[in-house]
């Protein structure tokens, strides 16, 4: 079947973060019913045509178990991403969790660079300017919005 495994044994509480660009950190719950040797293994599928690739660096909980991936390099791309993360264990048959995600939808972006303000004492006050964030697949730099939050000290 396709969702062979002991109920409860999945991850729980997937999520994922892109970062500085080209980092991406995923975290998980171990599965509540899962058993204590239960490890966990995520793979993924940058677009349809990619490889699926495993885990590079896991993130482990204090028994070894992985609870998490650190990735580098991460490209955005147009196509939606394919994660999948399944488990090993000698008492019982662990289900696995699997989710699409639009990476863009989850990019942290960094903040804008070269802020500057030149205030003067004429009427117009103060002139603050800056550039777009780094980001590695937007293209229409026009397609950004900013908020500006000033406060009087």
């Known amino acids: 079947p396709l969702f062979a495994g ?4 999945a991850i729980t509480n997937f999520s994922c973060v892109v970062y500085n660009v080209s980092l991406m950190n995923c975290t998980w719950c171990a599965g509540g019913d899962a058993p204590g040797d239960t490890q966990y293994f995520l793979y993924w599928q940058n677009s349809r045509e990619g490889e699926e690739m495993e885990c590079e660096l896991y993130v482990e909980d204090g028994k070894g ?6 990735f580098q390099n991460v490209a955005i791309k147009d196509a939606i991403t394919y994660f999948v993360v399944n488990g090993s264990s000698k008492d019982s048959v662990i289900q696995f969790y699997d989710e699409y995600i639009e ?7 960094t903040p804008p660079l070269n802020v500057s303000a030149n205030c003067t004492g004429e009427p117009q006050g103060c002139i603050i300017e800056w550039q777009e964030p780094l980001t ?3 293209e229409n730099k026009d397609c950004f919005q900013y908020e500006i939050n000033i406060q009087k000290k």
């Open 65 to 70: 178990r992985h609870t998490g991936c650190h």
């Open 6 to 9: 002991m109920p409860g044994t």
């Open 103 to 109: 990476l863009y939808t989850i990019e942290r972006l």
């Open 136 to 138: 590695s697949h937007v």
